[in-house]
Nanobody
Framework: VQLVESGGGLVQAGGSLRLSCAASGGIYSIVTMGWYRQAPGKQRELVATITSSGSTNSADSVKGRFTISRDNAENTVYLQMNSLKPEDTAVYYC???????????????WGQGTQVTVSS
């Protein structure tokens, strides 16, 4: 199973970015996909998650600015980030809770991370 993220980069405060994460390889079913972030010197924190039925959850700090969405047919999750702030600067990681074809229980899988830098 692989999770490949894309879409990070450098943007000015107030700008927008869209992150994508595609899961592939030996997947039986995906339960939840989501985004987490880790800023230098800080713990990894939840940004937003979405279930296979479309239920979402997001951190208070991003509500109203970030939108998570999902394409179940493509095993892909997106994070549209608007009104970005310097404090959004972090490495953003994609996570999927999924059942692989080689197993029977859901497990966590992580992407390699993509850097998002917001300049003031």
């Amino acid at each position: 199973v692989q999770l490949v993220e894309s879409g990070g980069g450098l943007v000015q405060a107030g700008g927008s970015l869209r992150l994508s994460c595609a899961a592939s390889g030996g997947i039986y079913s995906i339960v939840t996909m989501g985004w987490y972030r880790q800023a230098p010197g800080k713990q990894r924190e939840l940004v937003a998650t979405i279930t296979s039925s479309g239920s979402t959850n997001s951190a208070d700090s991003v509500k109203g600015r970030f939108t998570i969405s999902r394409d179940n047919a493509e095993n892909t999750v997106y994070l549209q980030m608007n009104s970005l702030k310097p404090e959004d600067t972090a490495v953003y990681y994609c996570k999927a809770v999924l059942v692989p074809t080689t197993g029977w229980a859901p497990s966590d899988y992580w992407g390699q991370g993509t850097q998002v830098t917001v300049s003031s």
